[in-house]
Nanobody, 117 residues
């Protein structure tokens, strides 16, 4: 059974930082899967945030470029999202997703990030 479990969300002031984690279990060999983070703000559509390939290549949405960093630790079956210089508009539920490979299409349950003074 495939499970993606996000953690690390919370309430942070503007300009602050958070690191999200997504631990993956099941689904074959984690290291060859392309993984991604998405987010969904209240009343808005879910949007893509960042992607990391099995080889470590990364891509970012323009809205988070230079502020967020996606990374992975294949030994721990975990993908991370380091979020710096957070803005109120970053407030959303953040989801981990498998994009390509055996984990393709699987979503985590999400973790709430709230940026507010």
């Amino acid at each position: 059974q495939v499970q993606l479990v996000e953690s690390g969300g919370g309430l942070v002031q503007p300009g602050g930082s958070l690191r999200l984690s997504c631990v993956v279990s099941g689904g074959g060999i984690f290291s060859i899967n392309t993984m991604a983070w998405f987010r969904q703000a209240l009343g808005k559509q879910r949007e893509w945030v960042a992607t990391i390939s099995g080889g470590g290549a990364t891509n970012y949405a323009d809205s988070v470029k230079a502020r967020f960093t996606i990374s992975r630790d294949n030994a721990k079956n975990t993908v991370y999202l380091q979020m710096n210089s957070l803005k109120p508009e970053d407030t959303a539920v953040y989801y981990c997703r498998g994009l390509a490979g055996s984990l393709s299409g699987y979503w985590g349950q999400g973790t709430q990030v709230t940026v507010s003074a």
